[in-house]
């Protein structure tokens, strides 16, 4: 059966979809385009609005092609009763929870003899990245209750795999050649505490970098009220670790904080940075804010813009709030209008363009080792690669490389910058 699929949403949504391919990689055969298909699967996101607009776009735009529509995900797992009205089109909707059996219904969906001799597991994926990274999901669902969150009623609570089954899986993909191992989940910080009954991020790592061979590990999604002295001296001295932090903070202000229900306070916040800073002089910091929260004022804006140009993340993201149905946030009476939100963001991306620009300055004429390619820029005629500065995605950017050889997908070289801007830096390959 050809098979066409769709992952929509973040890496952890990905990662799904690789083990649907997995369960059902004895029954199908992928295919590149629609048209050709058999089947078609939609993984679908469901946190904010722009997400679920994008997966009923895509269903609909995929429901026009001559094949079996089957949607999973996020999606269908937070609206299942309204979306089989909805739309019709769908064959089936497939919810999380039913992924442990998700070869036998696609199976009776396609009308075909699938037998469940391949289990929906982290160690039979098949891969849809490039061969030099992976991401490997450590957990699942959230122990926080955000107030502006709606993955815990998604996903669950705290989920999460055992030190071995993860570091089996580790082995095998260093076994392959993978060198950029991205570790993710809900709240990594939060990995093993349902399980070992405490935080056991950090017993996870040990095990990890003990694994033979030559590659790197990063971590995303730090929660801050819990990155402990013990993480952050294990990733400064440990050399398999990349000495990257994504803590998302989501505001400065500790009132906001306190409406959003995070653990965090201004205090800790400044006090984590800086520390992180002092002890790890080439971290990278990243983070995400979210803008036109109810009771944010304009003195918490100004507040926060104040607070990123003291820090001076080398990465942010934000987004602009978005009420999500079921969470805490709809309670608040203090709905802030759509083009003051916009206003604030553009306010706030604008500083971070300063911040980030000047931040990509102190690379003018130094060599940065350890860049691996990951792609050519025909327009161009360079090369593009990452560092252990840029995580695999649309926030961090990357590096333009002239080369005067041919290098290969995976290559790790060094680099003279030569030029910069916000969000790359240009150079010529130094042998």
Known sequence: MKLYMVSLGCAKNKVDSEMILGALRDKTELVASPEDADLIIVNTCAFIEPARKEAIDTILELSDYDAKLVVCGCLPQRYKDEIVKLLPEVDRFITIDEYGDIAKIVGDVANSSFKINNE????????????????????????????????????????????????????????????????????????????????????????????????????????????????????????????????????????????????????????????????????????????????????????????????????????????EEGTKACEYPNIISEKTKQARYERLMKTQSEIALKNNEKYMNQILNDCFIIDYDESSYMYVARSYAYAPDEIDGCIYIASKRELSLGERVNVKILDFDEYTLTGELVE
């Open 120 to 323: 929906f597991s982290p160690l039979n994926r098949i891969n849809t990245e490039p061969s030099y990274m992976r991401y490997v999901k450590i957990s699942e669902g959230c122990l926080n209750r955000c107030a502006f969150c709606a993955i815990p009623l998604i996903r669950g609570k705290l989920h999460s795999r055992t030190i071995e089954n993860i570091v089996e899986e580790v082995k095998e993909i260093v076994k392959e050649g993978v060198y950029e191992i991205n570790l993710i989940s809900q709240d990594t910080t939060k990995y093993g505490y349902d399980l070992y009954k405490k935080l056991a991020l950090v017993d996870l790592l040990k095990e990890l970098v003990k694994i033979e061979g030559d590659f790197k590990i990063r971590i995303l999604y730090l929660y801050p009220e819990v990155v402990t002295d013990e993480l952050i001296d294990f990733i400064k001295n440990e050399p398999k670790m990349m000495h990257y932090f994504d803590i998302p903070m989501q505001h400065s202000e500790t009132k906001i904080l306190k409406k959003m229900y995070r653990r965090s306070d201004k205090e800790l916040l400044t006090n984590l940075f800086h520390k992180i800073r002092e002890n790890v002089p080439d971290a990278i910091l990243r983070t995400t804010i979210i803008v036109g929260f109810p009771y944010e004022e304009e003195e918490d804006m100004d507040n926060l813009i104040e607070f990123i140009k003291d820090i001076k993340f080398d990465r942010l993201g934000a987004f602009t709030f978005s009420l």
